[in-house]
Each structure stands twice: as structure tokens, then as C-alpha cells.
């Protein structure tokens, strides 16, 4: 059996959702203390906090890296390009969209304006350590059977900084509290230079990821 490298802790040190986090909060709840997190200085650009979605008992819960231009302004993840690419391959794997949780990493959008547009940047790691509390608290009140990080930045915020989705996709890794999977994130496939061999891997990787609930 393959050992799992020992998962190395974020160490930053930032304000962080901590003390927005409620306790003994259900998801209603959350989702609404959420809307005023000022965790970090991503509040300040973006329009609105964009919170999971989804049933609160679901088995399966997908993390993404944050939200885009469209999630923000509608306030609901992956309703986007790379939410319509995830929601035709979801179809096709045979997993219901409907009884999924889906979330992000990082609940503001950070962007850049080039003119009219806002262009998406990668959240940093102050960002994504300061916005882990709200991933953690769904992820305790969900108890999902698996979850999926689609990307980098969703695996190294549950997986640890030094995770490698290049290396390690599509592996199932057993933490105390629930097993989790690391494949692409279905932005990549868009852009992937060759698109219906990066669609066919995603695909298998959600096949696999029905096979495993
Ligand atoms: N990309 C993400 O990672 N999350 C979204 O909600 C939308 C696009
Ligand atoms: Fe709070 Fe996360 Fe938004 Fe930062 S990105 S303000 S931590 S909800």
C-alpha cells in the first residue's frame, strides 16, 4: 500500500474568518454570518461572500478555488464557464448536481481590472489560510463521505501546501474525518490545449469519483 506523506500544517499567521466563524451554527446560519466576513481584504473588492450551496446532508461536496466573475455577482458557486463544463461532466459521470454540496476555497472573488474587466487572480496563501475556517466548519456540519478539491488551490487548503495535484490525482486520501480526492479544476480543461483529452481525464476522475460513494 502506498503511504501517505504526513500532511504539513499551514503556519501562516493571519487575521483570518475565525472569529466570524458562529459557534454551534447550523449552515443557514453560517451562510449568513459569512456574508459579512472581514477576515482578510478580499471583502473589499468583491461584490458579495459566495457560500456553498447545496444539501446539508450530501455525501459528496466539491470545493473549487473561489469564485469567478459570475459567482460574484450572483452569489452562488460555479454558476459560470467552468460551473457549465463541471455540470455537463457531473451529468455524464452520473452524479446528480442537485445532490451535491459545492463550495469554494476562498468565498471572495479576487480579481484584477484590466478596463471593464475583471480579470480572475490566484488567491495567495494568506487568503486561503484566512478563509479556511468557513471550509472547515461546512466540511464539519456536511460530514461528507468524500470530498473532491477541483485544483490546486482547494487541495492544498484541505491537503496541506505542499500537495501536488500533478503528482497525486485521483488518489483517495483517508483524513479522520472524511476521505478526499484532488483532480483538476474544470477551468484547466477549458483552457487545456487539448481539450477532449483533458475532458476524458476529468471524467474518469468523477467516474472514479461515483465508484467511490
Ligand atoms: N471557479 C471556482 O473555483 N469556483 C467557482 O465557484 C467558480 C469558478
Ligand atoms: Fe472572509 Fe474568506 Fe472573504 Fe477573506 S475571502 S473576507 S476570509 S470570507
Known sequence: ?????????????????????????DLPQLRAAAAGCHGCALYIGASQTVFGAGPPDATLVLVGEQPGDQE???????????GRLLDRALAEAGIDRDTVYLTNAVKHFKFVERGKRRIHKQPGRTEIYACSPWLAAELRLVTPKLVVCLGAIAAKALLGPDFKVSERRGEV?????????????????????????AYAAFLADLRRVCAEL
Open 173 to 197: 486520501v483517508s483524513l479522520a474525518e472524511y476521505r478526499v480526492m484532488a483532480t483538476v479544476h474544470p477551468s484547466a480543461v477549458l483552457r487545456a490545449p487539448d481539450y477532449e483529452q
Open 1 to 25: 500500500m502506498r503511504t501517505v506523506p504526513r500532511r504539513r500544517r499551514w503556519t501562516v499567521k493571519a487575521p483570518g474568518a475565525a472569529e466570524f466563524v458562529p459557534a454551534d451554527a
Open 72 to 82: 460574484d455577482r450572483q452569489g452562488r458557486p460555479f454558476v459560470g464557464p467552468a
